[in-house]
C-alpha cells in the first residue's frame, strides 16, 4: 500500500511501532554502558586488591623521575609495552619516547605536581612501533621537605575497550539514523494529512452564511470581535469594527500574519493551549495585550467553541483599554521614578514626622547604613534608636530647619546598631505629606573619608620621622659605638673588676639605645626591603614557639586558626617583626589565664591577618592618635612598637585597621594578593 493510501489509524500504528523499537535501542545502549561501567569499577577493585603482588599482578606498576627515567617496573608493566623482561625496558626505555602525543605527558605531569594524584587514558608506543591505548594512574611521592622522590603509577592496555567504544558508537550513530530517516518519512505522511483537513475545513466555510444574524449583532458591539480556527489559525470571521480597525477584510487570513506587524509564525502568548485540554473547551481567558498593528491596547476574552461544522474555533472579543492602559502607565512611570529616586540612591534618606518626631519611612541605604531592619527603624524617634551622639546638635539641626527651612551638610557622629560610631553629612528640607510637615533627610556616611584624611595627615609624620632618622642616626651611632668599646675596654681591667656590673648595666643601656634607633630607622618610608613570594601561615608558625614561650611567661593561652591562604610577596624579617609586636601588645593587654587568637583568613582579594585580645580596649583619645611613633601607654615602652608596624604594613601595600571595645581590641592587617 502506498504511502498516501495509508489510514490515520496506520500511521498511528506505525509510529508506536517505531518508538517501541527506539526504546529497545535505547535500552540496549543503557545496558552496554552499564554493563562497561560495572567492568571498569570491578577491574579497579582487583587493582587495588592485588597492587602488593607486585610481581605476579596483570596490571602494570612503575616508578619514574620527574626526568621521565624508570626507576623500576613490573613484567607486566614491560609486555604491555612488548618488551621481554624489565631488565630490557629498564636499559633501552625513557619515559619521553613512549608517548605518541608528547603534549599529553606535558599535561598529566602537570595535573599530578598540582593535584599530587591523576588518571590518564593515552595512546603510546609498543617496541614494534604499534600503538595501543593504555590507562595511567599516577601519584607523586615526596619527602617530607616537600621535594618530589619519584612517580608511581598503575598501567593498564585498554585498546580493545576502546576499539569497542568505538565500535559502540558507530552502531548507536547508525541506529539514530534509521530513526531519523523513519521519522521524516513519517513528518511527511502527516503533513499530507494536515494538508487534506485543511482542504476539507476550506470547503466548509461556506456554512459561514447561516451566521449572518450572529454577524449583525456582533457587528453592532463596539469592541473587536473575531473567530479563528485553531489548528489553522485562519480568520473565519470578523466584525465590522475589526474591518475598520484594520483597514481590510481580513478572512481566511491567517491571524498572527494580519493582526501582528512583522509575525510569520504563532504568537507566543497564543491563548490556544489555555481553552482547550484534551479538546475539551474550558471556562473563558481574560488578558490584555498591546496589537502591534495599530500599537492599541485591548482587553481580550477568549473561549474555545464549537463551530458550525463541527470544528474547535477561538472566539475573542476585544475592547479598547488604550485610554486606561495610558493613565496606569502614567501614575506607574511617576511611582517608579519617586520609588527608585528614594530607594535606590546610595545615600540614606528618610522621611521623619515634625509632629510626631517619628520616622514614617527610610530607604534601604539607610537601614544598611544603621543596620537596622525596617520593623525596628519605622515609627521610631531618634531617642528611642540612640541614633545621635551629640544630642544637642540634633536639637540645634532641628530648630535650624524649623527656622529656615532647609539645612545643607551639617556633621554628625551617629550610632549605628552594633554601637559602632561613624561621622556623616546630614541635609534635609521641610516638605509636606498628606497634610502633615516632615523632614526629607539626605544622609552621607564620610567615615572612611575622615579615616583616609587620618591615615594621610598619620603617613606624613612618619615620612618626616623617616627622613628625620634617616639624617641623624648614623651622627648618634658614631660615638655611641665609641663609647660602648671603651666601656667593654675598660670592664675588662682587672682594677674595675669590683664595678664591672656596673660597666655591663652601661653597656646593656647603650644596646637598649641603640636598638631604639634602629626601630626609629625602620620608620623611614623609603626603606628597600627584599620581598618574595612566601606564606604567612609558615612564618608564624616557625615563630610560634617563641611566641607561645612569652605567653607562657605571662600566663596566656594563644589560640591559632590559621586558615588555607595564597602566597603574598613578604620580608619574612619584617613580617616576623611586626607579628611580635602585635603579639606583644596583646599579651601586655591581656589579664591572666585568657586566650589570645591569631588568625589568618582570605577575604576576597585580600588575605587578612588578625590578633585578638580580651583586654579592656583601648581609649577613644588613644585610638585616634594610635600608630603615632613615640606614643605609649606603658612605663617602659618606646612607643615604636605599632609605629614600626604600620611602617612595615606600608611597605607591603597593606593596610591595618583595629576594632576596640571593652571586650578587647583586635588588630587586622589586610594584605593585597600579588599579581
Not at 523513519?182 to 482542504?199: M, P
Not at 607579628?579 to 582570605?602: D, F, M, Q, W
Request: net charge negative; hydrophobic share 35%; glycine share 6%.
Amino acid at each position: 500500500m502506498k504511502c498516501s493510501e495509508k489510514t490515520n489509524k496506520q500511521l498511528i500504528n506505525e509510529l508506536n511501532e517505531l518508538q517501541i523499537e527506539n526504546a529497545e535501542i535505547k535500552k540496549y545502549i543503557v545496558d552496554m554502558d552499564k554493563k562497561q561501567r560495572q567492568s571498569e569499577e570491578r577491574l579497579m577493585v582487583t587493582e587495588e586488591r592485588y597492587r602488593s603482588f607486585f610481581e605476579n599482578t596483570i596490571v602494570g606498576i612503575y616508578q619514574s623521575s620527574h626526568e621521565g627515567h624508570y626507576i623500576i617496573v613490573n613484567p607486566a608493566f614491560a609486555d604491555i609495552f612488548g618488551y621481554d623482561s624489565t631488565e630490557e625496558f629498564l636499559s633501552l626505555v625513557e619515559a619521553p619516547q613512549l608517548y605518541v602525543n608528547k603534549e599529553d605527558r606535558v599535561k598529566s605531569i602537570q595535573q599530578v605536581l598540582r593535584y599530587g594524584v591523576g588518571s590518564f587514558e593515552i595512546q603510546v608506543y609498543r617496541k614494534d612501533g604499534s600503538k595501543i591505548w593504555i590507562s595511567n594512574y599516577v601519584r607523586v611521592v615526596r619527602n617530607n621537605d616537600g621535594n618530589i622522590i619519584y612517580f608511581e603509577g598503575m598501567v593498564k592496555d585498554i585498546t580493545q575497550r576502546k576499539k569497542a567504544i568505538e565500535e559502540l558508537n558507530e552502531y548507536r550513530q547508525h541506529l539514530e539514523e534509521k530513526v531519523v530517516e523513519r521519522t521524516l518519512e513519517l513528518k511527511t505522511a502527516n503533513e499530507k494529512l494536515q494538508l487534506e483537513i485543511i482542504e476539507r475545513k476550506r470547503a466548509e466555510k461556506a456554512l459561514i452564511n447561516q451566521f449572518s444574524q450572529m454577524s449583525t449583532i456582533f457587528d453592532s458591539i463596539n469592541a473587536l470581535v473575531y473567530v479563528v480556527d485553531m489548528e489553522s489559525y485562519e480568520i473565519v470571521f470578523i466584525n465590522k469594527y475589526g474591518v475598520d480597525v484594520f483597514g481590510k477584510s481580513i478572512l481566511g487570513k491567517k491571524c498572527y500574519k494580519v493582526l501582528q506587524s512583522n509575525q510569520f509564525a504563532p504568537c507566543s502568548f497564543c491563548s490556544n493551549p489555555l481553552l482547550i485540554c484534551n479538546w475539551i473547551p474550558q471556562p473563558p481567558y481574560v488578558w490584555e495585550h498591546k496589537n502591534t498593528v495599530n500599537n492599541r491596547w485591548f482587553q481580550c476574552i477568549d473561549r474555545a467553541i464549537t463551530w458550525i461544522d463541527g470544528r474547535l474555533v477561538r472566539l475573542e472579543i476585544g475592547f479598547d483599554i488604550t485610554e486606561r492602559k495610558q493613565m496606569e502607565e502614567n501614575l506607574r512611570l511617576s511611582e517608579e521614578r519617586f520609588f527608585k529616586a528614594f530607594n535606590f540612591t546610595p545615600a540614606s534618606m528618610t522621611i521623619y514626622s515634625l509632629e510626631s518626631e517619628k520616622f514614617i519611612e527610610a530607604n534601604e541605604s539607610c537601614l544598611k547604613m544603621h543596620g537596622y531592619r525596617r520593623e525596628e527603624f519605622i515609627g521610631r524617634s531618634v531617642l528611642d534608636l540612640n541614633l545621635w551622639v551629640d544630642i544637642d546638635k540634633h536639637d540645634s539641626f532641628i530648630m535650624h530647619i524649623r527656622k529656615k527651612g532647609i539645612a545643607h551638610n551639617h556633621e554628625i557622629r551617629y550610632y549605628k546598631k552594633s554601637g559602632e560610631i561613624s561621622i556623616a553629612l546630614l541635609s534635609g528640607i521641610i516638605i509636606e505629606l498628606l497634610g502633615e510637615q516632615c523632614i526629607l533627610a539626605v544622609k552621607f556616611d564620610i567615615t572612611e573619608l575622615r579615616q583616609y584624611q587620618k591615615e594621610l595627615l598619620r603617613l606624613d609624620r612618619l615620612s618626616l620621622i623617616g627622613v628625620m632618622a634617616a639624617g641623624i642616626a648614623h651622627e648618634i651611632r658614631n660615638p655611641m659605638t665609641t663609647v660602648k668599646g671603651f666601656l667593654q675596654w675598660l670592664g675588662g681591667k682587672k682594677e674595675n673588676l669590683q664595678n664591672k656590673e656596673y660597666y655591663d648595666l652601661m653597656i646593656e643601656e647603650i644596646n637598649r639605645a641603640n636598638s631604639i634607633i634602629s626601630e626609629f630607622l625602620s620608620l623611614t618610608g623609603n626603606k628597600t626591603v627584599d620581598l618574595k613570594m612566601q606564606n604567612l601561615n609558615s612564618i608564624i608558625k616557625a615563630i610560634f614557639p617563641l611566641i607561645q614561650a612569652d605567653a607562657m611567661v605571662n600566663d596566656i593561652y594563644i589560640n591559632l586558626e590559621l586558615e588555607e591562604i595564597s602566597e603574598l610577596l613578604l620580608n619574612e624579617k619584617e613580617i616576623r617583626q611586626l607579628i611580635l609586636n602585635l603579639v606583644r601588645n596583646g599579651i601586655e593587654a591581656k589579664p591572666s589565664s585568657e586566650y589570645l587568637t591569631i588568625k589568618t583568613y582570605s577575604d576576597g582579594s585580600e588575605v587578612v591577618l588578625s590578633v585578638q585580645d580580651k583586654g579592656k580596649g583601648i581609649p577613644s583619645d588613644i585610638l585616634d592618635k594610635i600608630g603615632t611613633p613615640f606614643l605609649t601607654t606603658k612605663d617602659n615602652g618606646t612607643g615604636l612598637g605599632l609605629a614600626t608596624c604600620y611602617s612595615i604594613a606600608n611597605r607591603h601595600n597593606a593596610s591595618i585597621n583595629v576594632n576596640t571595645g571593652p571586650d578587647g581590641t583586635t588588630f587586622y592587617v589586610r594584605f593585597k594578593l600579588s599579581v
